[in-house]
């Protein structure tokens, strides 16, 4: 398990720089693009994007599969099931290629005639986009086989070199687009158009010279019972995503509809903030998925469960060693950000953090469960989950109810039973105890949160609320964290792991200031 832990901080550490580095890049970019194409152009470009964005769940679920798939069956070693799978992936990813062209020309038509509101004068432009925007569909469905054999190889190190080459073309494509003589939106959407077949080209390239599986034999390994298979597992993927995306846009449509566009400003920025700092638990995620998946493959079950509770609690380490501060000073924080901070922005952003955390304690359970292979009963659960908010948020606004109780009634389901079904799916598919479910990850995760949080709130009864404390709050934050984390988040053989770690880079240094003498 040392070894396990060892790869996954690793790969951890290579996406967190791609990630650091990506934000700079793209942040700045962002600012020309905006400068360049101006108000009205940026917001046609990312209005035309929204509805492509809208359908991409469906690429997704079957992106999914295929990951399970590879990753599972590398753990076994069986690599002529490997080299199926690709294949038929290749085939059914080409398939669901065509298929999202033909649904986004419909819907683009839709859209363009009775939805979208752009001038008359800009509306060619905005075509010319949209279509350029579906090409590109083609290449980024088609390079999620390739990205799932670097992802089952556990390549993090390729994958993050591959996402900064990615955000330093979109800088390129940005000073391009600036001195560009012809339509600047058009010029723009064209070039970001053929960015997927950059990544795709590359990826094709990368797969084939280095891993086995990857050999393209469509006839030679074509497998319909295992299309079949992938299909199967893809559709009820598609089951658990879709109602997430119909959730989250459903949100929105109903605080408009019963409180205006201030709630939905509000709304907005609160997903923003989560957002933000849930990207750093979820590039944890992404190395150990395959680690959970290649030790099902492997018929090692305690492994992929002592993997799975480790996930959870780090996980949720990582969300709150940024969220319990942000949750403290969070009206200062929106202040300096927003300067204007619309009415519910602090307590919907706090409560959303809140419903964040608890879901974090099973967030890897989703995996895990992928990884075991029957997730039709699960993801019958989750669809009901992930839609009853809606339901119950829409009853309680039609009988004259705060907008908080939309985010109160998240917490319980979103956290509370979206929780408590991963357990019982992972108990009763998986054979996982509760009881380690308790020691493992509840009673460290709730022992480490009471501590940081009673810490952290001493300097708002000495202090007014401004810089100073901020920072007071940080380091009070860190310290406390890093303490707790130590001797109450960890157990017993990962503190003996931590020690011996710090050990190996003792030794490294003084084997290298010896060495320079």
Aim: charged share 10%.
């Amino acid at each position: 398990m040392n070894e396990v832990a060892k790869r996954v901080i690793q790969n951890t550490g290579f996406l967190y720089g791609r990630m650091l580095i990506s934000i700079f890049i793209i942040l700045y970019t962002t600012r020309l693009v905006l400068n360049t194409l101006g108000e009205s152009d940026f917001g046609i470009f990312n209005v035309v994007g929204g509805v492509i964005a809208l359908l991409s769940f469906v690429s997704a679920s079957v992106s999914a599969s295929t990951q399970r798939y590879l990753n599972y069956h590398e753990g076994a070693g069986n690599l002529l099931m490997q080299k199926r799978i690709f294949n038929v992936s290749l085939v059914l990813h080409l398939l669901v290629s065509a298929v999202m062209v033909v649904c986004l020309l419909v819907v683009g038509y839709f859209c363009f005639k009775h939805v979208l509101n752009i001038p008359a004068e800009r509306t060619f432009a905005a075509q010319v986009v949209f279509v350029s925007l579906i090409v590109s569909v083609i290449g980024t469905i088609m390079t999620a086989p390739y990205e799932a054999a670097i992802n089952a190889h556990e390549n993090m190190k390729f994958y993050a070199i591959l996402g900064v080459a990615d955000s330093v073309l979109k800088l390129i494509i940005a000073y391009v687009t600036i001195y560009s003589s012809g339509d600047k939106l058009i010029t723009y959407g064209f070039l970001m158009a053929f960015l997927p077949f950059f990544t795709f080209g590359v990826s094709l390239i990368y797969c084939h010279r280095h891993y086995e599986e990857c050999e393209m034999g469509i006839k030679r390994y074509w497998d319909k019972g295992l299309m079949k298979e992938l299909l199967g597992f893809a559709g009820w993927s598609f089951v658990g995503t879709s109602s997430a995306v119909i959730s989250n846009y459903g949100a929105g449509l109903v605080l408009n509809h019963f409180f205006g566009t201030l709630l939905n400003a509000a709304h907005g920025i609160g997903i923003q903030v989560i957002g933000q700092l849930m990207a750093f638990a979820r590039h944890m995620l992404k190395a150990l998925n395959p680690v959970i998946a290649k030790s099902e493959g492997a018929g090692n079950r305690q492994q992929m469960i002592t993997a799975s509770l480790m996930g959870c609690k780090f996980s949720y380490f990582i969300l709150a060693f940024f969220a319990i501060p942000a949750m403290v000073e969070m009206p200062y924080i929106l202040e300096i950000w927003l300067k204007n901070v619309p009415q519910w922005t602090v307590i919907i952003s706090r409560l959303l953090l809140i419903r964040s955390l608890i879901e974090h304690t099973t967030i890897v359970f989703s995996s895990s469960l992928a990884a075991e292979g029957r997730i039709k009963a699960l993801n019958k659960w989750v669809c009901f989950v992930e839609l009853l908010p809606l339901v119950l948020s829409y009853v309680l606004f039609y009988f004259g109810f705060s907008p908080v109780w939309m985010y109160i009634v998240g917490i319980v389901t979103y956290g509370l039973m979206f929780s408590a079904v991963h357990i019982y799916y992972m108990h009763a598919n998986c054979g996982m105890a509760y009881s380690d479910f308790f020691y493992r990850v509840a009673l460290p995760v709730v022992g480490l949160t009471l501590i940081v949080f009673a810490i952290d709130l001493v300097p708002l009864y000495f202090m007014a609320q401004g810089m100073l404390r901020l920072v007071i709050v940080l380091l009070l934050s860190t310290l406390t964290f890093c303490v707790a984390l130590f001797f109450v988040g960890l157990s017993s053989n990962e503190r003996a792991l931590f020690v011996q770690l710090l050990q190996k880079i003792r030794l490294r240094r003084k084997k290298e200031k010896n060495d320079i003498v």
